[in-house]
């Protein structure tokens, strides 16, 4: 890191990029102090306290303390709240005026179809979510390193059989924050091939709780989307394995796909053609992640998010404990992450696993 960026990790700060001007941000953690407590000083010297901390319990009442406290005057009470952290209210279907709670805030819907338009071509992997977003893959052993640290496949999975397609694949680590929109869209367009839950912990997504547990999504409560992506009308990236992950004050991700807006909501069934782009669940407020898990070779990332990651001249949290540079990119949801490889295979082949594709050097074109 640059001297700057040394000098501000060393007073804690926290950096991403914000993808749509290029531009150097810090960001303001959420209790961010008292995250740090919990997961030094009680996790040394407290582990029954820091286990309660994070049970489902504690999280109920934490988000129910911040989130469903009435507010006696609705505008007035969460205007200032809402200018303190951020929150886009144009972008609102119901105006912020008609909610009596943050969690009406923070489980907003958005006119996404108009403030988050998705690509047109259809080759693209879109963000899932407004997030925070980490790209990498399995090759060199610093790479190897940063995955390892934040999931074990097998582990995260629930089952090694079920990790086993996405071995030495690429992923993406998405990390919402508390103003965010709380919907997660669809990325690619497939069929729901496998669907379940993993029960687990509610450990906090802050960067410092990350780099204390090993492996912490895989600690997680998790729900698990598989979509084969290689059907008729599919996006063409293979397997594509979508990991919701709930956090501190997050109890519960509700499945409730929607192929038009909001409308029509029903849960997750394999066998389901699920579109791109479209609502896949809901967060219950406060801050969590959704990790995206690619077969080998099936997907290239968008060049600027690559670049971003290795920047050596931003304060990142995850650098400093990685010992190399691992930035984030501040992404919209339905926006590009990246495309498929392109491929000779005849029209209607359907690909699993990197054995299939032809080689694909570093000066051709990708679809």
């Not at 403030?115 to 190897?144: I, K």
């Not at 669907?195 to 729900?223: I, M, Q, T």
């Not at 540079?325 to 209607?348: H, K, N, Q, W």
Request: one cysteine or more.
């Amino acid at each position: 890191m640059t001297a700057l960026a040394h000098s501000l990790a060393n007073r804690g700060a926290h950096q991403y990029i914000e993808r749509a001007t290029g531009a150097v941000r810090t960001e303001q953690l959420l209790a961010d102090r008292a995250v740090g407590w919990l997961y030094s000083t009680a996790r040394e010297h407290a582990p029954t306290l820091f286990k309660a901390l994070t049970s489902r319990v504690a999280t109920d009442v934490i988000a129910a303390l911040n989130y469903d406290v009435s507010l006696c005057t609705p505008w007035l009470g969460v205007a200032p709240k809402l200018r303190k952290l951020g929150v886009n209210t144009e972008e609102m279907i119901v105006a912020p005026n008609a909610s009596t709670s943050l969690r009406e805030i923070f489980e907003r819907q958005i006119r996404y179809w108009e403030c988050r338009p998705l690509p047109a071509q259809s080759s693209r992997v879109v963000s899932p979510c407004d997030a925070r977003v980490m790209v990498g893959n399995s090759a060199g052993r610093h790479a190897l390193f940063i995955k390892e640290k934040f999931f074990e496949l097998g582990e995260l999975f629930g089952a090694e059989r079920k990790a086993q397609p996405f071995a030495d694949g690429d992923w993406a680590i998405f990390r919402l924050t508390p103003e965010k929109y709380h919907y997660n869209h669809v990325p690619v367009s497939g069929r729901v091939v496998d669907f379940y839950e993993v029960d687990g912990a509610f450990h906090s997504c802050n960067p410092s709780a990350l780099l204390s547990v090993a492996g912490p999504y895989a600690k997680n409560r998790r729900a698990v989307t598989i979509i084969d992506s290689d059907v008729a009308d599919g996006t063409g990236v293979g397997r594509v394995a979508m990991i919701e992950v709930v956090a501190l004050m997050i109890g519960k991700v509700v499945q409730r796909y929607s192929e038009i807006a909001y409308s029509g909501a029903r849960p997750l069934s394999c066998g389901l053609f699920v579109g791109r782009g479209a609502v896949k669940s809901l967060f219950r407020p406060g801050s969590s992640t959704v990790l995206l898990l690619f077969e080998k070779g099936r997907i290239r990332f968008d060049d600027d998010l690559l670049g971003n990651s290795r920047r050596t001249d931003v304060c990142s949290r995850f650098s400093a404990g990685f010992g190399g540079a691992l930035v984030e990119t501040d992404v919209l949801a339905r926006s590009s992450i990246g495309r498929r490889y392109a491929t000779t295979a005849p029209s209607g082949t359907c690909f699993h696993g990197s054995e299939n594709l032809p080689f694909i050097g570093a000066n051709e074109d990708f679809a």
